[in-house]
């Protein structure tokens, strides 16, 4: 018989999305309507550990919706590895009286949830928050649609830069071991081409795509590169093989490096996020635990932290070909 859930506890982990307040929102004013008790740890495990938290109300979370990072700051902690960190956890959790946990980040963040659960009998659930959008079993995770925005936002200024002068661009964006953002912002910008860790399209075909540009009669081109591409160590060196290679291009590189990561919540990451984290409560007060509510089809799902979180969620291909086309 599963115990009673008279205080729930939620924090942030990994690194921060935007709509991750709209998240701790949706589950202090949950906790609030269903008469349980919130508690926020800050700085995520680490926060557990050095029992740093607050009692969160539906009034202490009041204007957070709009606002990008995450009040309850956000933190990786090499101490919550060890079984002495996480014993150190477990007893601050019992003394603020905290029956469970919605944790809100990546796979890492699950992974260390169920250790932990499985090691003190304390049940979690996970909401997925990152802006890679590289967790399976959820077809969007919070701050993804936030930071495509911010993404194409950019690249549509530094299109005005590029045409006035005539230049190539390679723009770097996040994304080490998936492209989702390169892939999705490219198409959405109108990108010449697109490097994405998936698909190693290899040296020579970007030079061919970069000689046909020049030869339809552009004047300037757009290359989004996802940060994990394989085809060069880094987006600069790939820079300077197309000039050493391709001298008649005027090429510069930028990285929008982590302004990706902030700013205002889109709608849909807010609307996201309240879905995703009242789903959690009342998951936790139905006895459940150790699962991701994910969203797919618009529909509500729930994944086992038994599952690879970082497994069989693909790239959608058809946008590669239809890139292709369109950069005709």
Do not use: W
């Not at 495990?45 to 979370?61: F, H, K, L």
């Not at 919070?142 to 661009?169: C, P």
Request: charged content about 25%; glycine content about 10%.
């Amino acid at each position: 018989m599963a115990k009673e859930i008279r205080t729930i506890g939620v924090m942030t982990s990994g690194g921060d999305a935007p709509g991750m307040n709209a998240a701790i929102r949706a589950v202090a004013r949950a906790c609030a309507y269903y008469n349980v008790k919130c508690i926020g740890f800050y700085r995520g495990y680490q926060g557990m550990i050095e029992g740093d938290y607050c009692t969160m109300t539906a009034r202490s979370v009041r204007n957070i919706i709009s606002k990008g990072g995450t009040i309850l700051k956000s933190a990786r902690s090499a101490d919550f590895r060890t079984v002495e960190g996480r014993k150190k956890a477990a007893a601050n959790l019992k003394e603020a009286g905290v029956d469970a946990m919605v944790l809100i980040g990546g796979d890492g963040t699950f992974r260390g949830g169920k250790v932990f659960s499985d090691e003190f009998d304390i049940p979690v659930i996970g909401v997925p928050g990152t802006i890679d959008n590289d967790i399976s079993g959820t077809n969007f995770t919070i701050g993804y649609d936030t930071a495509l925005n911010t993404v194409v936002d950019a690249i549509d200024k530094i299109r005005d830069t590029a045409s006035s002068h005539n230049r190539l661009f390679f723009i770097e964006v996040m994304g080490r071991d998936a492209g989702f953002i390169a892939l999705n912002s490219g198409v959405g910008a109108g990108a010449e081409e697109i490097l994405i860790p998936e698909e190693d399209l290899g040296l020579d075909r970007l030079l061919e795509s970069l000689k046909r540009s020049k030869r339809s009669g552009k004047s300037s081109s757009i290359v989004v590169v996802s940060e994990g591409d394989k085809i060069g160590k880094n987006v600069y060196e790939l820079a300077d093989y197309v000039t050493e290679n391709l001298p008649d291009y005027d090429v510069r590189v930028t990285v929008l490096g982590h302004m990706q990561r902030g700013g205002t919540p889109s709608c849909f990451d807010r609307t996201l996020a309240s879905r995703l984290c009242v789903k959690a409560v009342e998951l936790l007060l139905d006895g459940e635990k150790n699962v991701m509510v994910g969203i797919v089809n618009n529909r509500i799902t729930f994944t086992s932290f038994d599952k690879d979180f970082k497994e069989a969620h693909e790239i959608n291909k058809e946008l590669l070909r239809i890139s292709d086309i369109l950069s005709t």
